[in-house]
C-alpha cells in the first residue's frame, strides 16, 4: 500500500486545519492528489482537464503565503486545500468544454465568480471534472468526456451531471469538489458514489455570468461536495451574497 | 462553533415517486426507512400527512420548457458535434416561441411556491430517497443507447 503524507480521504475542513496547523504543507498535499490521479484516473475517468503545473504552482503559492502570514488567522478558511472546478464553469487559462465536443478548446479569459470565490476562500484549483453535455444528463458516457466510472463499482454509472465530482471525492482524488445542481446534478452523483452533496439554497452563490442555469426555477447553485461529514462547515466558502447578482436573496417566506 | 443539535422536528416522508410509472427501488425505498427510524430514535416525530403536489404532467411540461434550452449560451466552436439529445432538446426550444416559454417561467415558479408553501406548513424536514434506482451500468462504447435512466 502506498504511503501518502495525508488520508486523502480527510475532509477538506480538517485537511484546512492540518494545513494551518503546518503538520502538511499545500505542496505535499497537491502532490498526493495528482499522484493518485496518475494512479486512478486513467480507469474512472473524473478529470477531463488537468493542469498540473498550474496546481503546483498555486500549491507553492500558497505555502509562500504560509510564511508571509503574520499568524494562521490572516489566512483564507480553505488555504492550500485542493477543489476541482466542473467543467461548465470557467477558469481562467483552461478550456472549458461543458461537456461537449463540439465546444472550443480555447482557455478561457477569466474565471466564473464562483471559481474566483472558491480562490478567495484559498483553495487551490485541481484541475476540471467531468460532466454530461450541458450538463443535461445524470450520467457522463459521451464521447467528449469518454465514460466516467464509479469507484465503488466501475460497472456502474457514478451518476450526473456532475459526474467527475463525485468520482474525484469518492475515489480520494480530491478533498471536496466544486458541482452545479439545475435538475439533480448533484445530489444524483451524491447519492451513486455515497456522499454529501450540498445544493444551497437558490441565490445563494452567484449564477451569473451563466449558461442556461441562471435562468430563473431552474437556476443551478454551485455546490461541493465532501467525504460524509457536516456539509455545512464548507459553507462560508460559497454561501454569501453575491456583488452582481440579478436576483438578490430573499427570506424563506413561501410568500415571495 | 458549535450549536445545539435540533429537537422535536416534523419529518414529512416521500417514498414513492410522484412521476406515474416510475417505481422506487426496494434499497432506495429501505434507505428511507432506516433514515425516518433514525430521526425518530433521536426524538423527531414523522408527520402522516402526505406533501401536496401538483399534478406531475403540469409541472414538467412547463418545467421542459425551461430545461429545453439548455444549451443556450454555450459558445460552439463545431455545432455539428453536438450530441443528438441535446440536438432534440435544442429544436425543441427553437420550435417554442417567447410567449410560451415565460409561460413555462410563470407557472413553474407558481407551481414551485406552491409546493413550498405545502412543505413549509406541514414540515421542517422532508425524506426523500434520493434516487428511484440504484446506479445503473454504463453502456459500453459501440452500443446504441445509453443505459436506461428514468
Same mark, same amino acid.
Given at each position: 500500500v502506498k504511503r501518502y /503524507?495525508?488520508? /486523502?480521504?480527510?475532509p477538506a475542513v480538517e485537511l484546512a486545519a492540518a494545513i494551518r496547523r503546518k503538520e502538511v504543507s499545500p505542496v505535499e498535499v497537491a502532490d498526493c492528489y495528482l499522484e493518485r490521479m496518475d494512479e486512478f484516473d486513467p480507469r474512472l475517468n473524473a478529470f477531463c482537464h488537468r493542469a498540473d503545473d498550474d496546481v503546483r504552482n498555486a500549491a507553492s503559492a500558497a505555502a509562500g503565503a504560509m510564511v508571509r502570514a503574520?499568524?494562521?488567522?490572516?489566512? /483564507? /478558511?480553505?488555504?492550500g486545500v485542493p477543489l476541482p472546478i466542473k467543467d461548465l464553469l470557467d477558469v481562467a487559462g483552461w478550456p472549458t468544454t461543458h461537456g461537449s465536443a463540439g465546444a472550443s478548446k480555447a482557455p478561457a479569459d477569466a474565471s466564473h465568480p464562483v471559481v474566483q470565490r472558491f480562490a478567495d476562500a484559498g483553495f487551490v484549483l485541481l484541475g476540471k471534472t467531468t460532466t454530461s453535455e450541458f450538463g443535461a444528463v445524470p450520467f457522463t458516457e459521451s464521447g467528449a468526456p469518454g465514460i466516467s466510472r464509479n469507484p465503488w463499482d466501475p460497472g456502474r454509472t457514478p451518476g450526473g451531471s456532475s459526474s467527475g465530482a463525485g468520482v474525484a471525492v469518492a475515489a480520494g482524488l480530491a478533498p471536496i469538489a466544486h458541482a452545479a445542481d439545475g435538475g439533480a446534478s448533484i445530489r444524483v452523483p451524491a447519492s451513486c458514489t455515497g456522499l454529501v452533496g450540498l445544493k444551497p439554497t437558490r441565490a445563494w452563490s452567484p449564477t451569473w455570468p451563466s449558461t442556461w442555469k441562471a435562468l430563473p426555477p431552474a437556476a443551478c447553485s454551485p455546490a461541493a461536495w465532501q467525504t460524509p461529514r457536516p456539509p455545512w462547515t464548507c459553507s462560508p466558502a460559497m454561501i454569501r451574497r453575491p456583488g452582481g447578482h440579478p436576483r438578490p436573496r430573499r427570506g424563506p417566506s413561501p410568500a415571495l | 462553533m458549535t450549536m445545539a443539535p435540533p429537537a422535536g422536528l416534523r419529518i414529512g416522508v416521500?417514498?414513492?415517486?410522484? @412521476?406515474?410509472g416510475i417505481s422506487v427501488d426496494p434499497a432506495c425505498a429501505a434507505a428511507v426507512h432506516t433514515t425516518v427510524r433514525t430521526l425518530e430514535s433521536a426524538g423527531h416525530h414523522v408527520v402522516d400527512t402526505p406533501l401536496r403536489l401538483p399534478p406531475a404532467g403540469e409541472l414538467i411540461a412547463a418545467f421542459t420548457t425551461i430545461w429545453n @434550452? &439548455? &444549451?443556450? &449560451?454555450v459558445a460552439l466552436a463545431d455545432p455539428d458535434r453536438v450530441e443528438p439529445h441535446n440536438r432534440a432538446l435544442r429544436e425543441a426550444a427553437r420550435a417554442i416561441d417567447s410567449w410560451a416559454y415565460t409561460e413555462g417561467v410563470r407557472t413553474t415558479q407558481q407551481l414551485s411556491r406552491r409546493i413550498i408553501e405545502a412543505f413549509l406548513t406541514s414540515f421542517d424536514l422532508l425524506v426523500t430517497p434520493t434516487m428511484a434506482c440504484l446506479p445503473p451500468h454504463p453502456s459500453e462504447p459501440g452500443e446504441q443507447a445509453p443505459t436506461k435512466i428514468p
Open positions: /503524507p495525508i488520508d /486523502p480521504f480527510t503574520a499568524s494562521a488567522g490572516d489566512l /483564507p /478558511p480553505f488555504h | 416521500l417514498a414513492e415517486s410522484p @412521476v406515474n @434550452v &439548455g &444549451g443556450a &449560451g
